[in-house]
Nanobody, 126 residues
Framework: QVQLVESGGGLVQAGGSLRLSCAASGRTFSSYAMGWFRQAPGKEREFVARISLSGGNTVYADSVKGRFTISRDNGKNTVYLQMNSLKPEDTAVYYC???????????????????WGQGTQVTVSS
């Protein structure tokens, strides 16, 4: 069972930046697409970004496109989310997730991700 541990959340003013990291256990990190999701109070978990096995393909939610960048370092078993120009509406708990199936391209749907981290809180003040 893979373990995913997020870090890097915190409190930041609007317009600021944060970089989230997600470290994965095990030896099969490079075999899985990875994703970031977020959940604000009273709302459903929503897709933020995903990245392919090699990192060559990335997909973003429209709400973060141009502001957030997902990347991965397979040598370090880590996926990152660089968040710039943060807005109060970006406030949420951010989760990293591993796709259920290896060697898949991944999707934007939480149900297609079988392993999740514990989440890290991001709060953006206005």
């Amino acid at each position: 069972q893979v373990q995913l541990v997020e870090s890097g959340g915190g409190l930041v003013q609007a317009g600021g930046s944060l970089r989230l990291s997600c470290a994965a256990s095990g030896r099969t990190f490079s075999s899985y697409a990875m994703g970031w999701f977020r959940q604000a109070p009273g709302k459903e978990r929503e897709f933020v970004a995903r990245i392919s096995l090699s990192g060559g393909n990335t997909v973003y939610a429209d709400s973060v496109k141009g502001r957030f960048t997902i990347s991965r370092d397979n040598g370090k078993n880590t996926v990152y989310l660089q968040m710039n120009s943060l807005k109060p509406e970006d406030t949420a708990v951010y989760y990293c997730a591993r796709s259920t199936s290896p060697y898949s391209r991944g999707t934007n749907y939480p149900e297609d991700f079988g392993s999740w981290g514990q989440g890290t809180q991001v709060t953006v003040s206005s």
